[in-house]
């Protein structure tokens, strides 16, 4: 399988979409490794964190890539329907989303999934005025991330949530996105 991890940061989902692949998967994972580190929640310079990622994936050697780039653009160094899962984590807010996600829809395989973490469900269910209301709302330390929600409600007749309680992670296959 190949899979794409775009939202590098220290490398943590990368590390946990490796650990779930047969031996023979491959994981390519971008990053700009610029993005939000000046926040109260995460002062790191962006080389220590490219350090602590590197570091971190190194034991899975040649299975694993790493890019630094701007997520959309770097979608444009990918065939068409050439990922097995494209799994989203780099910034929350509306329009970011959305850049992900139409950039990167084209290069999973027709059988395969797009994903991402972060999509808090009580605002997914929420009704469509509260989330179109607050799509610009990004609450990183309790996952209230209306703009994932807004993102994926654009794009996708259908999305599946995870159903443990405290999980973020959402998919939803090529088929499912709206046309136009």
């Known amino acids: ?10 490398g943590a989902s ?4 490796l650990g779930g692949q047969p031996d023979d998967g491959k994981l390519i994972t971008i990053d700009t490794f610029q993005g939000p580190f000046g926040s109260e929640l995460v002062a790191l310079p962006a080389g220590m964190v490219l350090r602590h990622a590197l570091d971190r994936l190194a034991r899975w050697g040649p299975r694993v890539s790493v890019l ?3 997520s959309p653009a770097v979608a444009t160094w990918f065939r068409p329907a050439s990922a097995d ?6 910034a929350h807010d509306h329009e970011a989303v959305m850049a992900d996600i139409l950039a990167w829809l084209p290069v999973v395989k027709p059988d395969g999934l797009i994903a991402g973490h972060d999509l808090d ?3 997914f269910l929420a009704t469509a005025e509260f989330v179109e209301d607050h799509k610009h709302l990004d609450i990183s330390f309790n996952n209230l991330h209306c703009g994932v929600a807004q993102a994926l409600k ?6 599946e949530i995870a159903n443990e309680p405290k999980c ?3 998919c ?3 088929e499912w996105a709206r046309a136009g």
């Open 1 to 10: 399988a190949t899979i794409i991890d775009v939202g590098t940061f220290c």
């Open 14 to 17: 990368a590390e946990a979409l």
């Open 68 to 70: 630094v780039g701007a």
């Open 85 to 90: 899962l494209v799994f989203l984590d780099a």
């Open 121 to 123: 469900k009580e605002v």
């Open 154 to 159: 654009d794009t996708f007749t259908r999305v």
């Open 168 to 170: 973020t992670v959402w």
């Open 172 to 174: 939803a296959r090529p």
